[in-house]
């Protein structure tokens, strides 16, 4: 299969400017009436820089961080020197609140939706097989679908949340293998005064288990967002807070795919792979091989599958404990991480909880 070509030229021009004038206002905003200060940013820049070539990538990069304002992203890549806001080939990709991006128009959502699918696919390497032709975009100013208008219908490559909708399809092109995503596993705002987390969502394990190599993987922690967007600001609430002192901790890299002390999904990984190839086995009997990111019922329900993405979660929150406890803070109480301990908020989704947090539901 042919790789696909890349984006229309003003498509790409077009993303370099925004994604440019963003960063340099956010690196403006955050060294300018606000501080931020980076620890161990020299080495996530070498990371960074040996990725700059797209053809000698080897793998993707996954960035995991907590979550403390509406504006994490893109306040916390104000660290960043401004050249990196330009640079295209090395922009990060991220998995966008409903109520501030865009609401996604797949009533289920969760580890299963249409948008991980892509994600598992930036962070690997094409081709795949083309998209499902799907219906002609919606236009309705209420929810419109989002196509690339410098791009001939034919030729443009799109992706479905629901199987009517349509989006484009970033993980096609060959110039988006082995990309950078940040995500925020606890998938919501948490602002604590304690600075805990809550429990991690499973999407993140199958960003590490089911790429075709294993991402490098970057904890972070980060501070000081939550006094710029309190969740219980007063009016006006649109409007970022200035003097706040903010800090990003970069953690060393998890990942990656060779065997050893630092990397602690290896042995998670080959797990899978079993588990994947003793599927593939059954399924061939009657059926086809799956492609990256797609997956058979068993995959998906089966007590090993469930069980693998339990622990592989629950080693990202760990990598990212370790840098927290590096910046200095004390241990987090262990229950903290447990979903159980979170149902004790009831229906309550957002607004200050029992316990003194202030939640938002991204």
Partial sequence: MDDPPPPSLLWRSGSTAVMGFIGAL???????????????????????????????????????????????????WGVLPLRYHFNPSNHRWSLGSYDIVFKNKDPHGGPFQPTLLEAIRLLSRPP??????????????????????????SSHLTYTTNGTDTFPAPSAYATRRYSWIHIFPEGRVHQHPH????????????????PDTCPD???????????????????????????????????????GEEEGEGNVFHELRERWRRLVEDDGRRRRRGGRELEVGVLSEELKYGSE????REECTMRVRGAVLKVRKERGLPDEDPKEGLVETWRAEGGKTEGQMDDGSLVKDT
């Fill in 26 to 76: 956010t690196r403006a905003f955050m060294h300018g009436p606000n501080w931020q200060d980076a620890h161990g940013l020299d080495e996530f820049l070498k990371l960074l820089d040996a990725r700059a070539d797209i053809e000698g990538r080897q793998r993707g990069l996954i960035t995991v961080s907590n979550h403390i304002s509406v504006i994490d992203d893109p306040l916390t």
């Fill in 128 to 153: 795949f097989s083309p998209p499902t032709p799907t219906a002609p975009p919606s236009h309705s100013l209420r929810s419109p679908d989002i196509t690339d208008p410098f791009s001939s219908p």
């Fill in 195 to 210: 600075k805990a987390m809550r429990y991690f969502k499973w999407g993140v394990a199958r960003l590490i288990l089911e």
């Fill in 217 to 255: 993987v970057v904890p972070m922690w980060i501070e000081g967002n939550d006094e710029i967007m309190p969740e219980d600001r007063a009016a006006p609430r649109w409007l970022p807070r200035v003097g706040k002192r903010c800090g990003v901790w970069f953690g060393g890299n998890v990942g």
């Fill in 305 to 308: 599958a469930v069980k693998l």
